[in-house]
T-cell receptor, first 113, second 109 residues
Framework: DAGVTQSPTHLIKTRGQQVTLRCSPK?????VSWYQQALGQGPQFIFQ???????QRGNFPDRFSGHQFPNYSSELNVNALLLGDSALYLC????????????FGPGTRLTVL | KNEVEQSPQNLTAQEGEFITINCSYS?????LHWLQQHPGGGIVSLFM???GKKKHGRLIATINIQEKHSSLHITASHPRDSAVYIC???????????FGTGTRLQVFP
């Protein structure tokens, strides 16, 4: 049983570009959460998708958007990249209702030059 | 002040030592997670608990809801335990995970 997978593993972009990161949840999970982890910091919640809709959102600008597909996989899109967007982007999946344990993917390391 | 605070920030130990990492939180929670992050980034969920104590092998997690405090213990530590350990509180009100900044553990042979 594959756990949470993310692609790509590493990515280098320049300021102003756009990026799309992808996440496939653990089998049987229908909820995907995205986090940004800056170097030396704990992860920060970006948003959560459930039933193809954004259910919750953290304090991130509208440049950060997402999508969930019918197979529960998800994408994170970041437009107009800034240097400060350089971070590890983590995806976590869980099953439906609140309080369920989240399982994390390996992350995508984004570097913005 | 962060809503989730961990101590210590850095910890070094000799192989075989008993390790304790502490986590305090100021929000109402429905659960608390302990996570392990190795160099390279991948996060592994160690425990999710809302009361009492849980044990997996050499790892033990406890939580005191009244005191808003949790501890992660590692018995007979080993160099392969070297990692960053992160405490994350699942806020009851917002249903969001709030993360501590992590404790970097290095265990030397």
């Amino acid at each position: 049983d594959a756990g949470v997978t993310q692609s790509p593993t590493h990515l280098i972009k320049t300021r102003g570009q756009q990026v799309t990161l992808r996440c496939s949840p653990k089998s049987g999970h229908d909820t995907v959460s995205w986090y940004q982890q800056a170097l030396g910091q704990g992860p920060q919640f970006i948003f959560q998708y459930y039933e193809e809709e954004e259910r919750q959102r953290g304090n991130f600008p509208d440049r950060f958007s997402g999508h969930q597909f019918p197979n529960y996989s998800s994408e994170l899109n970041v437009n107009a990249l800034l240097l400060g967007d350089s971070a590890l982007y983590l995806c976590a999946s869980s099953s439906g209702t609140r309080d369920n344990e989240q399982f994390f993917g390996p992350g995508t390391r984004l570097t913005v030059l | 002040k962060n809503e989730v605070e961990q101590s210590p920030q850095n910890l070094t130990a000799q192989e075989g030592e008993f390790i304790t990492i502490n986590c305090s939180y100021s929000v109402g929670i429905s659960a608390l997670h302990w996570l392990q992050q190795h160099p390279g980034g991948g996060i592994v969920s160690l425990f999710m608990l809302s009361s009492g104590k849980k044990k997996h092998g050499r790892l033990i997690a406890t939580i005191n809801i009244q005191e808003k405090h949790s501890s992660l213990h590692i018995t007979a530590s080993h160099p392969r335990d070297s990692a960053v350990y992160i405490c994350a509180a699942l806020s009851y009100n917002t249903d969001k995970l709030i993360f501590g900044t992590g404790t970097r553990l290095q265990v030397f042979p």
